[in-house]
C-alpha cells in the first residue's frame, strides 16, 4: 500500500542500511590502515564520489497521475533512489512532457481526468517508441491489462501497489538501459528472413519496418543471446521486468504474442520463437 509511511519507512530504511554499510567500511579500513590513513582515506573518496556523482546525468520519471497523495509518494521514493521526477495530473499535460522533456521512463495512470491512460500511451507512442511506460491501474480485470499492452504500455502495477516493487521494476528498466545504451554501431542479427538492428530498436521484415519497444528489444535480445537454448519465463521476468514469477507470468506470454507478429512468417505457427511447454520460450534462428 502507498502511504507517506511506508515513504518515511522506506527512507529510514535506506539511510540505516548506508550507515551501517559506512560503519563495515570503516572499521575494514582502521584495521587494514590505522586511524589517521582511514580517515584520510574516507574523506578523499567522499569527495570523489560527489564529484562522480554531480557529472553522471540522473535518469528522468515522468509521472501522470491524479491522485496527489500517490504522486507525493512517488516522488518522495523516486527521488530517494535519485532519479529526477517530473509529474502531470491530466493527460494532455504529460503527453506535452513527455514530447518535450524526453523521459527515460514513464508510470501512466490509467484512470485521467482529461483523458484514459489507454489514449495517453497511443499518443505517447506515436512520437516514442521505444520509452517504458509502466500502467497505473485499479483494475485488475485481464482484459483491461491486455488493452493496456495493446495500447503500447510495457508493463502495469494494479493498485494498490508496493511502492518497493515498483522501484524495483524503474531499477530493473535503468540497469538494462545501461547496459545496453545505442554505441551508434549498427548491432544486426537475423531471425528467419526477418533483420533485427538493435541500435536502431527496429526488425525489418516481409517489406516492412516495425519499432520495438523497451520491452519488446530487451526479450529479444535475451532470446538472442540464448539462441537455441529454452529460457524460461521466470528467468525473464527476472531478468527483463526485475519481478518474481507468479501470475504476472501472462505479461511474457503477452510479449512473445506481440514479438511473433514482427518477426514470424506466420504467427500462429511460430518458426523461430518456440513455446516450451511450461517452462518458456527458445529462440531457433
Ligand atoms: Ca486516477
Not at 554499510?21 to 575494514?28: A, M, N, P, W, Y
Not at 540464448?226 to 507468479?246: C, H, M, Q, T, Y
Amino acid at each position: 500500500m502507498l502511504t507517506s509511511n511506508a515513504s518515511t519507512r522506506n527512507k529510514a530504511q535506506g539511510e540505516r542500511f548506508r550507515s551501517s554499510c559506512d560503519e563495515i567500511v570503516q572499521s575494514t579500513l582502521r584495521c587494514a590502515l590505522g586511524n589517521w590513513h582511514a580517515a584520510r582515506f574516507l574523506a578523499a573518496t567522499r569527495i570523489l564520489c560527489k564529484t562522480k556523482g554531480s557529472l553522471i546525468p540522473k535518469k528522468t520519471v515522468l509521472v501522470i497521475e491524479d491522485e496527489p497523495h500517490i504522486v507525493l509518494g512517488l516522488r518522495d521514493a523516486l527521488e530517494f533512489e535519485g532519479f529526477r521526477v517530473l509529474s502531470a495530473s491530466k493527460g494532455k499535460d504529460g503527453v506535452a512532457l513527455a514530447k518535450s522533456e524526453h523521459p527515460d521512463a514513464i508510470l501512466l495512470d490509467l484512470m485521467l481526468p482529461d483523458t484514459n491512460g489507454y489514449a495517453v500511451c497511443e499518443e505517447i507512442r506515436r512520437f516514442d517508441a521505444f520509452v517504458p511506460i509502466v500502467m497505473l491501474t485499479a483494475r485488475s480485470q485481464e482484459g483491461d491489462k491486455v488493452r493496456g499492452l495493446d495500447s503500447g504500455a510495457d508493463d502495469y502495477v494494479t493498485k494498490p501497489f508496493s511502492v518497493n516493487e515498483l522501484i524495483a521494476r524503474i531499477r530493473a528498466i535503468f540497469r538494462r538501459t545501461q547496459r545496453v545504451a545505442p554505441t551508434g554501431a549498427a548491432e544486426l542479427f537475423r531471425i528467419g528472413a526477418a533483420e533485427v538492428n538493435f541500435a536502431r530498436q527496429a526488425v525489418h521484415a516481409f517489406g516492412a519496418e516495425h519499432q520495438l519497444s523497451y520491452y519488446e528489444l530487451e526479450l529479444l535480445r535475451l532470446l538472442v543471446e540464448r539462441a537455441g537454448f529454452p529460457v524460461s519465463r521466470d528467468e525473464i521476468l527476472l531478468k527483463i521486468w526485475g519481478l518474481d514469477g507468479g501470475p504476472t507470468n501472462r505479461t511474457v506470454d503477452n510479449f512473445i504474442v506481440k514479438l511473433r507478429k514482427k518477426i514470424e512468417p506466420q504467427p500462429e505457427k511460430p518458426a523461430h520463437i518456440l513455446t516450451i511447454y511450461g517452462f518458456g520460450y527458445k529462440l531457433v534462428v
